[in-house]
T-cell receptor
Framework: DPKIIQKPKYLVAVTGSEKILICEQY?????MYWYRQSAKKPLEFMFS???????DNQTASSRFQPQSSKKNHLDLQITALKPDDSATYFC?????????????FGPGTRLTVL | GDSVTQTEGPVTVSESESLIINCTYS????????LFWYVRYPGEGLQLLLK?????QKGSSRGFEATYNKETTSFHLQKASVQESDSAVYYC????????????FGAGTKLTIKP
């Protein structure tokens, strides 16, 4: 059974719209993260959360807002979508923040903005 | 900032041949970063292949090896004899030795093994 679920797998949106990317982890982890991979670029760290609190934000734009309704959920709301937001978004989790804890990654949501 | 540069793909290797994927890093904010190789098999999420946290040490997993060389700031991935099941995208990465919250990844190398 998949331990980190991301929904949907593929998403197509129009410029200016808003979308929510879903992430749920069933590993009992306390820390969760979002990364993004745009075409021909490395995965980029976006956010880290620990016990549902934002710990680090490396995203310049306020259009990207993580939402944690439960400890094992970390959704990503993206508003006023732009074509440059087209990327695969990966959710990850680890036992805790800090220390040598391995991050486990979900399969990703591929977002295309037209 | 920190960065990782790795062999640009795609790379195609015949089954049972040897493989090396080069990786060099620049860690401007971290004295001795932790170094990783991640792998993404088709249709699956990214998973950790191996990790080395001490300079001079070698990590190994599933027949793959990588040695942390702080003199050359390199962490090349090697395998003596590849199998078709090794076809995947491989990512070299680094993180702070004080905590792995933010992982800095290379661009990834897509590897295809020809039967």
């Amino acid at each position: 059974d998949p331990k980190i679920i991301q929904k949907p797998k593929y998403l197509v949106a129009v410029t200016g719209s808003e979308k929510i990317l879903i992430c749920e982890q069933y590993l009992g982890h306390n820390a969760m993260y979002w990364y993004r991979q745009s075409a021909k670029k490395p995965l980029e760290f976006m956010f880290s959360y620990s016990y549902q609190k934002l710990m680090d934000n490396q995203t310049a734009s306020s259009r990207f807002q993580p939402q944690s309704s439960k400890k094992n959920h970390l959704d990503l709301q993206i508003t006023a979508l732009k074509p440059d937001d087209s990327a695969t978004y990966f959710c990850a989790s680890s036992q805790d923040l800090g220390g040598p804890y391995e991050q486990y990654f979900g399969p990703g949501t591929r977002l295309t903005v037209l | 900032g920190d960065s990782v540069t790795q062999t640009e793909g795609p790379v195609t290797v015949s089954e049972s041949e040897s493989l090396i994927i080069n990786c060099t890093y620049s860690a401007t904010s971290i004295a001795y970063p932790n170094l990783f190789w991640y792998v993404r098999y088709p249709g699956e999420g990214l998973q950790l292949l191996l990790k080395v946290i001490t300079a001079g040490q070698k990590g190994s997993s599933r027949g793959f090896e990588a040695t942390y060389n702080k003199e050359t700031t390199s962490f090349h991935l090697q395998k003596a004899s590849v199998q078709e099941s090794d076809s995947a995208v491989y990512y070299c990465a680094l993180a702070s030795n004080y905590g792995n919250e933010k992982i800095t990844f290379g661009a990834g190398t897509k590897l295809t093994i020809k039967p």
